[in-house]
């Protein structure tokens, strides 16, 4: 079945410091990949994403590449803010399957 | 106004209470899911639906049934709640057959806490 897998955390970074979190998935066929974000006390908002392999996902200074030979869509910023503060969930859509399949999160704190 | 609504936003309630929570959606979508996040667990589907006559278990419906009252309404109840129920609940909807049908959209979340 399809599963994703992403970095554990919480992470703690300084204002304007370089954030990686990784994701890497299972899946079969070509699924599309996501990055949610979850504000404290709000719902989840779609961060960003692609459909098919090489595509590049970006929105709000962040970006993910779908990587189909490592399985992989790995978020990026170059320099994150206090605001950017929130649980990023990277999620995948497999093939006709309609469900989303997420990973178990990753708490960012960004401090100034 | 926001686009999917749900309510309650907080409810605690007692062991073997009947509990519904009610999503609304003005977004004109088909289709409609309910997850629940827990810590550490990310989100899991409960149940979906992708129209009024459509509706299909999730990972785990157990101890859970779903009403789609309308193309707009979803209500997800707990016949008899159990403290391991205790969590914050997702609507989310999406569109059928149009560029954007992979995202889907959510709603505030509903804290439930069963004592």
């Known amino acids: 079945g399809n599963s994703v897998t992403q970095m554990e955390g919480p992470v703690t970074l300084s204002e304007e410091a370089f954030l990686t979190i990784n994701c890497t998935y299972t899946?079969?066929?070509?699924?599309?990949l996501f990055w949610y974000v979850q504000y404290p006390g709000e719902g989840l908002q779609l961060l960003l994403k692609a459909t098919k392999a090489d595509d590049k996902g970006s929105n709000k200074g962040f970006e993910a590449t779908y990587r189909k030979e490592t399985t992989s869509f790995h978020l990026e910023k170059g320099s994150v803010q206090v605001s950017d503060s929130a649980v990023y969930f990277c999620a995948l859509r497999g093939g006709s399957n309609y469900k989303l399949t997420f990973g178990k999160g990753t708490l960012l704190t960004v401090n100034p | 106004d926001a686009d999917v609504t749900q309510t309650p936003r907080n409810r605690i309630t007692k062991t073997g209470k009947r509990i519904m929570l009610e999503c609304s959606q003005t977004k004109g979508h088909d289709r409609m899911y309910w997850y629940r996040q827990d810590p550490g667990l990310g989100l899991r589907l409960i149940y979906y639906s992708f129209d009024v006559k459509d509706i299909n278990k999730g990972e785990i419906s157990d101890g859970y049934s779903v009403s789609r009252q309308a193309q707009a309404k979803f209500s997800l109840s707990l016949e008899s709640a159990i403290p391991n129920q205790t969590a914050l609940y997702f609507c989310?909807?999406?569109?059928?057959?149009?560029?954007?049908?992979?995202?889907?959209?959510f709603g505030p979340g509903t804290r439930l806490t069963v004592l």
């Open positions: 989310a909807t999406s569109d059928l057959g149009r560029g954007d049908s992979d995202t889907q959209y």
């Open positions: 899946a079969t066929g070509y699924p599309s």
